[in-house]
């Protein structure tokens, strides 16, 4: 199987940029999809963005725009770059991965705080 491990969440102003970092265990060239989620106080966790295996992106409503996600396969590392974060885009950001036929994996998670 595979670990993941996220980095790169922290306290930014709102309009300012983050870049989040999943680093996987081991290659990410056989892994279908990978993509983070978050979770907000009080809320259930719900799908930011996915890239798949062939590079096809998909995001949510409220991110389309503002935050891009990308693959290095010869790193081993998916990441999720945030511009123009807003304070609602607060929560704990978590990488995943699936793995057909195994259940998803998950990160650890990274906290990111939009607050003046």
């Known amino acids: 199987q595979v670990q993941l491990v996220e980095s790169g969440g922290g306290l930014v102003q709102p309009g300012g940029s983050l870049r989040l970092s999943c680093a996987a265990s081991r290659s990410i060239v056989s892994i279908n999809a990978m993509g983070w989620y978050r979770q907000a106080p009080g809320k259930e966790r719900v799908l930011v963005a996915r890239?798949?295996?062939?590079?096809?992106?998909n995001y949510a409503d409220s991110v389309k725009g503002r935050f891009t996600i990308s693959r290095d396969n010869d790193k081993n590392t998916v990441y999720l770059q945030m511009n123009s974060l807003k304070s609602e885009d607060t929560a704990v950001y978590y990488c995943?991965?699936?793995?057909?036929?195994?259940?998803?994996?998950w990160g650890q998670g990274t906290l990111v705080t939009v607050s003046s």
């Open positions: 890239i798949t295996s062939g590079g096809s992106t």
């Open positions: 995943t991965a699936e793995v057909t036929p195994y259940p998803r994996v």
